[in-house]
């Protein structure tokens, strides 16, 4: 029986002080171009989930993040999104990689811009919710 390969995918939920989501639109990427998405991205091989989550925010919205809080899986057919919540955080957001995000803004969470990626309206209202799992199918 062949092992199937799972990728590994974070994403962070980063809130201001008025309780808005910082969103980025992706370009160029082959992948929900054009969607309003999470800061994230790819686990490296031999890195801890929290330090990519923290590495992803500071490469694609250049922000310093102190501290993650995981709050939701959501596996899916060819992997796990893990989602995490910064706790701490200084700086201030801007594009970090032109190449991959033509957009940035930050929005309150019921009042998303159009289109958001789908995943994230989902992972929002299990935050909401004090859920922390979901199966994408």
């Known amino acids: 029986m062949e092992r199937a390969l799972f990728r ?6 980063v809130f201001d002080g008025d309780g808005r989501l910082l969103l980025l639109r992706r370009a160029n990427t082959g992948f929900l171009d054009g969607f309003f998405t999470l800061p994230g991205g790819h686990v490296d091989r031999d890195e ?12 694609e919205v250049c922000i310093d ?7 939701i899986a959501m596996p899916y057919r060819h ?14 957001a801007r594009i970090g990689e032109p190449e991959f995000c033509d957009a940035l803004t930050w929005a309150a969470p019921d009042s998303l811009p159009d289109p958001t990626a789908p995943f994230v309206t989902k992972a929002l209202e299990l935050r909401a919710a004090g859920s922390w799992y979901h199966e994408f199918r």
């Open 8 to 13: 590994l995918i974070v994403h962070t939920f």
């Open 65 to 71: 993040v102190a501290e993650v809080e995981p709050v």
């Open 48 to 59: 801890e989930v929290a330090r990519a989550a923290i590495r992803e925010v500071s490469e």
């Open 79 to 92: 992997g796990v999104d893990f989602l995490f919540e910064a706790r701490r955080w200084s700086g201030d």
